[in-house]
T-cell receptor, first 114, second 114 residues
Framework: AQSVTQPDIHITVSEGASLELRCNYS??????LFWYVQSPGQGLQLLLK??????LVQGIKGFEAEFKRSQSSFNLRKPSVHWSDAAEYFC????????????FGTGTRLKVLA | DGGITQSPKYLFRKEGQNVTLSCEQN?????MYWYRQDPGQGLRLIYY???????QKGDIAEGYSVSREKKESFPLTVTSAQKNPTAFYLC?????????????FGDGTRLSIL
């Protein structure tokens, strides 16, 4: 069965430090992968997506993610975190061919220390 | 600017009452979705619609109903049969239900029980 795992429920980093949020997926075919960010009381905003090709993808707000097929991972990174990055981050995989379904991870809540 | 509008932002339900959450999009998207978000559980799909006058149950449809009479609108009714309706509800849309299509989200409705 397809699944997405975000092993870290909470992460705290200092402002200016680097960030890596982990995402592991289980999927039989080539996955279509997404990262979303959710600020408190808001909807989800797409940060970046991976379909094929270059395994390092760039997104908005200075984020990037690297697809590693051998590790079934799609980790999100940012070289220098800003206080405004404090939010919840969701990894998702597009469903099997011909179906609607996204599979979302349970999210990682990021806290940024000043 | 195109986007998804959810209303109201906050909603309170009395015991035995049905309530309807509004979702309108002006993105000209065919597909629309309703998710329920509870702390620590990520997003769970309630219903989705691939096209006008068609909709399908998601993973947790019991106690909910929807309609899709117009392309722009996908209202969700939380019925009295839903015994634990307190949650954050998110509406989303995408160009189609293909698995590589990013979903665009509204800002959510928070439903509470009086």
């Amino acid at each position: 069965a397809q699944s997405v795992t975000q092993p870290d429920i909470h992460i705290t980093v200092s402002e200016g430090a680097s960030l890596e949020l982990r995402c592991n997926y289980s999927y039989g075919a080539t996955p279509y992968l997404f990262w979303y960010v959710q600020s408190p009381g808001q909807g989800l905003q797409l940060l970046l997506k991976y379909f094929s090709g270059d395994t390092l993808v760039q997104g908005i707000k200075g984020f990037e993610a690297e697809f590693k097929r051998s590790q079934s991972s799609f980790n999100l990174r940012k070289p220098s975190v800003h206080w405004s990055d404090a939010a919840e981050y969701f990894c998702a995989v597009g469903g099997t061919s011909g179906t609607y379904k996204y599979i979302f991870g349970t999210g990682t809540r990021l806290k940024v220390l000043a | 600017d195109g986007g998804i509008t959810q209303s109201p932002k906050y909603l309170f339900r009395k015991e035995g009452q049905n309530v309807t959450l509004s979702c309108e999009q002006n993105l000209n998207h065919d597909a629309m979705y309703w998710y329920r978000q509870d702390p620590g559980q990520g997003l769970r799909l309630i219903y989705y619609s691939q096209i006008v006058n068609d909709f399908q149950k998601g993973d947790i449809a019991e106690g909910y109903s929807v309609s899709r009479e117009k392309k722009e609108s996908f209202p969700l009714t939380v019925t009295s049969a839903q015994k634990n309706p307190t949650a954050f509800y998110l509406c989303a849309s995408s160009i189609s239900t293909g698995r590589r299509q990013p979903q665009h989200f509204g800002d959510g409705t928070r439903l509470s029980i009086l």
